[in-house]
Each structure stands twice: as structure tokens, then as C-alpha cells.
């Protein structure tokens, strides 16, 4: 029972990145937060998690992301891009043809993602590693210049080669938001890869938790009128979710 138990531990990390004790104590109702702890503390010895204040974070997805600031970002407002995650993921269909991109909320996408035939297209080094887990997405990864900070691609002729694709779903992590700069982020040369792909969809879903609002980042690639779904979490302000509904975005 135990040996179950901890294994199971280990895998529910492995597929969250990230849980806290009280989020483990909800998967485990009948087990005290000491058994817990001293669970976390074996799976720690045995080299399969990290200890971090208050839970665990999984040692996969901190080997596989070699670069330090994206596994920072991954590590941090973990609940809030979790439920982000799990919204989005219930809104692909199979069949599908949709742009993912490399930001630390569409790796947990990736983690959620149903295991069904659709074509994903991303520039994101560590989403396209956790896609290739399930055997019937399509993983298709854009090449061009690394971006370290972020584990993604990007290059000057991205619009060569999406000239002839068509998406159904552009589904993209903001950095930063304000209703007056829009949807931005730190690369510009991601900047415009976004801008690319926002033109080819034929709908853009933004994936923005609430931490990111009243934020801006040096390159502008979306505008409010630019997207049709914006998928957040409880802490979005509701004055904000008056204002996208009064555009028709469908808020989630």
C-alpha cells in the first residue's frame, strides 16, 4: 500500500511539474500531512522529486529544461497555470490543427493535453518533448535561432514556412498584458513569429493568469480585437472580464 502510494506521488508530480502538500493531501484524504512529508523525503533521497517550500516539483522537468530562468518560471504560480492549463486542454478537438507555444503555461498544456490525433505546431523545445509522451499527437517543431531563457525557436522565415498551413487554433502565453500595449513579450524575434501565427489561425486563444495583468514587456504582438478566447484563472479581476466580454471574448 504504501510502494503504491509513493509511486503514485511520484507520478502525479512527474505529470503536474509541480504539487503542493495540500494539494497532494486532496489526492490522499486518508493520509496524514506527516506520511506525506515522509513520503516526499524518500521520493526526494530516491533522486525522483525536489523538495521546495510547502510540496514537491518533479527532477524531469528540471533535467529536461536545462535553462535556469524557464525552470524558475515554471516553478512559479503553478496553480494558477494548472487550471489555466486544464481549461484550455478541454477546448481541442481531435482532428485539430493548432500552434502551441513555448511558454512555461503551454508546457502544462502539453501535460494536460488529451492523448488524440491532432496536429500540434510549436517553437517550444520542452513542449514538444512532452508531447512526444502521448503516441497520437503529431509533433511538429518550428527550427531557427534558440532562445535559451525560453527553451524555444525562432527565425526569419517563419512566415515562409507557414505560408501554405492552416491552423484552427493558436493557442498562446502571454508575458505581460495592459489594455493599452496589448499582448507582449521579452523576444522580438518571438514577437513576430506570434504575429505570424495570430494572422494564420482561424481562431487565438490567450492563455493570461492573473499575475501577468498590468505588466507590459518590450514587443507588442497581440491587441485585444486580435483574439477570441482569453483562458485565466479565479483571480482574473472581473472588471477586466466585463471589458473583454464587451468585445466578444469569450472569457474561461
Not at 66 to 74: A, N
Request: hydrophobic share 40%; aromatic share 8%; with cysteine.
Amino acid at each position: 500500500m504504501k510502494r503504491e502510494r509513493i509511486a503514485e506521488i511520484a507520478e502525479l508530480i512527474d505529470k503536474r511539474g509541480k504539487l503542493s502538500l495540500k494539494q497532494l493531501g486532496d489526492y490522499f484524504p486518508n493520509v496524514s500531512q506527516m506520511t506525506l512529508r515522509r513520503d516526499l523525503f524518500l521520493l526526494e533521497e530516491q533522486g525522483k522529486i525536489i523538495r521546495v517550500r510547502g510540496g514537491a516539483m518533479s527532477v524531469r522537468d528540471v533535467q529536461k529544461t536545462s535553462g535556469e530562468p524557464y525552470v524558475k518560471k515554471t516553478a512559479i504560480h503553478t496553480d494558477e497555470k494548472i487550471e489555466i492549463a486544464q481549461k484550455a486542454a478541454g477546448l481541442i478537438d481531435e482532428g485539430a490543427c493548432i500552434f502551441l507555444d513555448a511558454g512555461s503555461t503551454a508546457l502544462y498544456l502539453a501535460k494536460e493535453m488529451p492523448d488524440i490525433f491532432c496536429n500540434v505546431f510549436t517553437n517550444g523545445l520542452a513542449v514538444a518533448t512532452e508531447l512526444c509522451k502521448k503516441k497520437n499527437v503529431v509533433v511538429n517543431l518550428l527550427g531557427g535561432q534558440l532562445i535559451k531563457d525560453n527553451l524555444s525557436t525562432a527565425s526569419s522565415f517563419s512566415s515562409v514556412y507557414f505560408a501554405d498551413m492552416n491552423f484552427e487554433l493558436a493557442i498562446i502565453s502571454a508575458a505581460a498584458f495592459t489594455p493599452e500595449s496589448g499582448f507582449s513579450c521579452g523576444s522580438q524575434s518571438e514577437a513576430e513569429l506570434f504575429k505570424i501565427i495570430c494572422k494564420k489561425a482561424k481562431f487565438t486563444y490567450m492563455m493570461l493568469d492573473s499575475s501577468k495583468i498590468g505588466k507590459i514587456k518590450p514587443y507588442t504582438f497581440a491587441h485585444t480585437e486580435d483574439i477570441n478566447v482569453i483562458i485565466t484563472d479565479d483571480a482574473f479581476p472581473d472588471a477586466l472580464k466585463e471589458q473583454f466580454k464587451a468585445l466578444d471574448i469569450v472569457v474561461l
